[in-house]
């Protein structure tokens, strides 16, 4: 089935129910919001906990293709109806459900998402928005369309340290920004051999479920679910998919990029399973009013990351010395990695490089740092005058309490009380951006040229990679 077809057959019409138009298409004022959550284990239990803290939010329905998950988050919400199939969800409950947080694995999210969207309920969707390309634009479309309150689950959006870093940048603190180098050792890579054999499936799962519109494969013990799908290709987008669209996100936002002109990837050669364990991703982007007449980005990541770079040096490090602050498993590296030296770059984050210096981003929760001639300099003053200017008011420096802000935020647009700052327009934007440094990945050392009017590569090869056939399950 391909996706066309599937979002025909999961829309309001086909399934032969007449649900009136949700009153919360654009944000409409009420006091209360019933939620349904697609994936509740992982960072599917953060979501359900930060969306349900919100005071106003009623839980309804809970969904997941894994009982011992579902038996987690039914403890937590008793009152909330559980589903293993999230189709059965909305179609036994759309006309009482508000609105829908997906936080499945990254080849559930739009079949998820689009069913949600054609019955017009506002979607909150973790990142990255989608697994292909087409899903992307599709999802874009249909919001705009349907004029529905969405937002992609990138939490550190709304952070102060990005907030802030974004309003300096457009100040003009470097001048006009010519290349970003962004970078992460964490590693949503598999080199190892294809999988042999099938093992029982547990009790608790249903494998079918969780496949959901991918091809039908055997199962395999700590493979797939619950932990390992990011590092393939059927299921994830590797660690460009994942940390990617964090450590993206500022850079994309500040300078007002669009998707790039071409994209060129190293990394070994494409196995057809597995993503790289290590990967350099060089994008060209057409140039904006804060940038030079183009703008080059350089992503890094896996074990190892960043390649050293002149435009990565700091005042007091030596070429030579290792660059990298707390080095630790690349498996462990979590959002919050720490603060690194003066001399040494953060474990993870982006160095913006402009004609009047460079600003150092750290990822996450710090202040950005501007360099000139080799030099750190105070900008104490301009964070000042921005963030009055701007009411960002003061860094605060807890997780805990910030972390849920970006979900309230979709709350209270889905209430009419305010407007997201991730929502699909955007998202899909910066989603169609990562997932087409990943099919780079599969012509490792070839420069493909991308078309953002005919969304296809000059390269007929890799448009293939672009959609999925939907598997009909």
């Known amino acids: 089935m391909n996706k066309r077809e599937f979002i025909k057959k999961s829309s309001v019409g086909a399934l032969g129910i007449m649900f009136a138009p949700s009153i919360l298409k654009a944000g409409f004022p009420k ?3 019933r939620t ?7 960072m599917g239990m953060e979501d359900l906990k930060a969306v349900s803290s919100h005071g106003a ?9 894994d009982a011992i998950n579902l038996s987690t988050a039914h403890k937590m919400h008793p009152g909330a109806r559980i589903f293993f199939d999230y189709r059965a969800m909305l179609e036994e409950m759309g006309d009482e459900i508000d609105a829908v947080i997906v936080s499945t694995p990254d080849h559930t999210h739009a079949p998820a998402s689009l069913m949600a969207m054609n019955m017009d309920k506002p979607v909150y969707c973790q990142k990255p928005l989608t697994h292909y390309v087409s899903e992307s634009r599709e999802m874009k479309k ?23 870093a974004t309003l300096l940048i457009q100040s003009g603190i470097i001048g006009k920004v010519h290349t970003v180098h962004a970078w992460s050792p964490k590693n949503w890579g598999y080199d190892g051999p294809l999988p042999e054999g099938e093992d029982p499936v547990p009790d608790q799962l249903d494998w079918n479920l969780w496949l959901g519109t991918s091809k039908k494969r055997p199962y395999k013990k700590d493979m797939y679910h619950p932990g390992n799908w990011r590092k393939l290709m059927d299921y994830g987008c590797g660690t460009l998919g994942d940390m990617g669209v964090h450590i993206f996100d500022t ?6 990029l669009d998707v790039p002109r071409t994209i060129m990837t190293e990394c070994r050669p494409t196995n057809g399973f597995g993503f790289p364990e290590k990967n350099t991703v060089t994008y060209e982007f057409p140039g904006t009013q804060y940038t030079g007449k183009s703008l080059k980005w350089i992503w890094y990541d896996g074990p190892g990351a960043p390649e050293m770079h002149e435009d990565l040096m700091l005042p007091g490090m030596e070429m030579k010395k290792d660059k990298k602050a707390n080095k630790k498993d690349e498996n462990s590296i979590s959002l919050d990695a720490g603060v690194a030296g003066e001399n040494e770059l953060p474990e993870q984050g982006a160095m913006f490089v402009g004609t009047k210096g460079r600003l150092l981003l750290p990822h996450f929760m710090q202040l950005p740092k501007k360099i000139r001639r080799g030099k750190y300099v105070d900008i104490s003053e301009e964070i000042a005058k921005v963030s009055e200017e701007h009411n960002l008011g003061e860094p605060i420096r807890n997780y805990g309490t910030e972390g849920p802000k970006h979900y309230h935020q979709f709350v209270d647009a889905c209430l009419g009380k305010d407007t997201t700052t991730a929502p699909f327009d955007y998202a899909a934007r910066l989603t169609e951006t990562i997932l087409l440094g990943t099919i780079a990945g599969r012509f490792p050392g070839e420069t493909l040229h ?21 598997r009909d399950f």
């Open 31 to 33: 006091d209360k919001l």
């Open 36 to 42: 349904a959550h697609i994936g509740v284990g992982n």
């Open 57 to 65: 939010v009623e839980v309804v329905a809970l969904c997941d293709v």
């Open 142 to 164: 249909l919001a705009a369309e349907k004029g529905l309150v969405t937002q992609m689950g990138i939490q550190v959006h709304s952070f102060y340290d990005y907030k802030l």
């Open 251 to 256: 850079p994309y936002n500040a300078l007002e």
């Open 450 to 470: 991308w078309d953002a009017k005919t969304a296809q590569f000059k390269e007929e090869k890799a448009n293939k990679y672009l959609a999925g056939d939907y």
